[in-house]
């Protein structure tokens, strides 16, 4: 595993409660400023899931030159729990990391298994009481399909009329399915925790998700037109995309072979060990690592901490992640390396930029800005500046006189490897 390359997590925590016994855990792998991650609720959830998970939030920040550090919390709980259990166990949960929440060393988020109301008991129980906005699944899923639209163009396959198969249709499989369909691929099969469907000509996605809505995961025994399946045979399918959604490490070494997907674009966090990940590239499987492909989400939620609108976030990712992800696949061919590889290795540089510069005083950093040749120091340094005051201008809503250039100063920033990291 990728951390396990690294040093260990700088902060490990088992949270209990007196009432409730063991809820759960909290690993921070990274603090640069601070450090962000969702919370994931499942029954058998284990430390080291929830450190790799960690460790992968590090990666999506590092390889989106976000200065941000990574973590992930996981509770330890039934996710169908009632309503009131479930409040119980997430303001407990809060209340027991009250003092790194509130001091912004962590700040949680969504994940599999919880919702934005779940983030909220969270908040309370640390003693903050502020709403936070549920961003569904939509961003994991755009960035999921830009993945995959960039991945399909560089190799002559067209989306419209491929054939896709998706594992988990949750909060993020079901607006990737959406995404599919809207771009007239041929989704030939999906998967829930209650197993799958197959129909080579092609699921009607629309009444699905009508179907669904009445019966949630148990559509798969009454949509009709498809044959069933088991979650299992859906990873062996012969089709263009895998994308897998469901839970994490399910390709392994062990199935690894039964692939036949051109590509397999993840939805899912850790959805294939390292072995697997090699294994995909020995057999000429595309491969895109999972803290890019589902970095949407937190993309997202930087955007739009900055003051733009859900409009100008999907238009920066659409255009500035897709620029991205297509210097990364020409580049891993260029240098004849899997993708999986290469964007590692751009956010192992990353990263180290970022703990640099995070370890430098307010002078330091003016004098590195200036370090630049000529006047490009002095460029550098202006745009520094004015970053800044378009940041204090969030505070009295006067951002507008500065908002673009505040969305080319991100967007070169964000979506370029080879700048200074944005503070």
Known sequence: ????????????????????????????????????GGVRMRDGLTLDEVAALASEMTLKFAFLNIPQGGAKAGVIWNPFSSDEERRRIFTAFGKNLGPLITKRIYFPGE????????????????????????LSGYYTALTVFITAEKLSSSLGLRLSGSRVAIEGLGKVGSCVAKAFSHADANIVGISTIKGGLYNPEGIDI???????????????????????????????????ILVPC?????????NVHQLKAKMVVAG??????????????????????CFVSSSGGILAYFLLAQ?????????????????????????SRKEHISLSQKTREIAERNLERSEQWDGLKCREKLLELLSGRQTSGFRELLKFCLW?????????????????????YVEHKLFNDDCPLID
């Open 111 to 134: 994940d599999m298994g919880t919702c934005s109301r779940d983030i909220y008991h969270i908040l309370r129980g640390a003693g903050i009481d502020i709403q936070t906005k549920s």
């Open 388 to 408: 800044r005051c378009y940041k204090l201008s969030l505070k009295f809503k006067t951002s507008f006189l500065l908002k673009s250039f505040a969305a080319k």
């Open 1 to 36: 595993m990728y951390s396990a390359e690294r040093q260990l997590p700088q902060l490990i925590l088992e949270v209990s409660d007196k009432e409730l016994g063991l809820l759960g855990y909290l690993v921070i792998d990274r603090i640069l400023g601070s450090a962000t």
């Open 307 to 331: 003051g733009f609108s859900e409009t100008h976030v999907q238009t920066l990712m659409k255009n500035g992640f897709g620029r991205k992800v297509s210097r990364l696949i020409e580049t």
């Open 246 to 254: 469901a839970g994490p490490y399910t390709i392994t070494k062990d």
């Open 206 to 240: 629309v009444r699905f998700n009508q179907l669904k809505k009445e019966a949630g995961d148990e559509v798969v025994n009454c949509y009709p037109d498809a044959e069933t399946i088991s979650k299992e045979s859906l990873l062996a399918l012969d089709v263009d």
């Open 268 to 289: 899912a966090n850790l959805a294939a060990t390292a072995e697997a990940e090699s294994l995909m590239f020995d057999r000429g499987i595309h491969y895109v690592p």
